[in-house]
């Protein structure tokens, strides 16, 4: 039911309904498991003009993070990790290019690389109270160590604790600016 992007986006100005929508991440964690975390607060949107293709910007706030130990949300945001201190946010942004993508940039511990977010697009609907909205769900998969983020410990049995390839996953409620 989804159609690409730049042919579905109304033109104008859609925000993240931070209440209606979900930005985490996901690493395999001793080998064998995912470890899944999320932020609590971000912020972004659409800008969708008459003739060009839909733009995608996005912040997140580095220590708005929420894992189940509040040490390891400490560890998350020391220098070893995110360095929330001197990199207090995560960005993306992009230009529609294919049905339920967007090429662009990422941007985290102040390294920006190319990455291109995946996925799908419902919409539009409108809400019980006459609001127009978009459901946008996004992924891509990034190298932490290409962003400078290298910590890790071996394990006893070989191999280590983390793995370097992580999944960031955005479910996005957008609603037409005002």
Partial sequence: MSAPVAEQVSAGSWKIDPIHSHVGFAVKHMVVAN??????RYDGGIVAGDDGQPVLT?????????VKDENLAAHLQSPEFFDAERHPELSFSGTATAPGAFEGEITIKGV???ATLAGTIVGPVTDAYGNERYALRLETVIDRTDFGIEWNA???GGGFALSNNVKLKA????????
Avoid at 35 to 40: E, P
Avoid at 58 to 66: E, Q
């Fill in 112 to 114: 920006t690389k190319p």
């Fill in 171 to 178: 479910d996005l409620t957008l609603v037409k600016a005002a």
């Fill in 154 to 156: 071996p394990l006893p």
């Fill in 58 to 66: 996005g912040t997140v706030d580095v220590g708005s993070i929420v």
């Fill in 35 to 40: 470890f899944r975390g999320s932020f609590d």
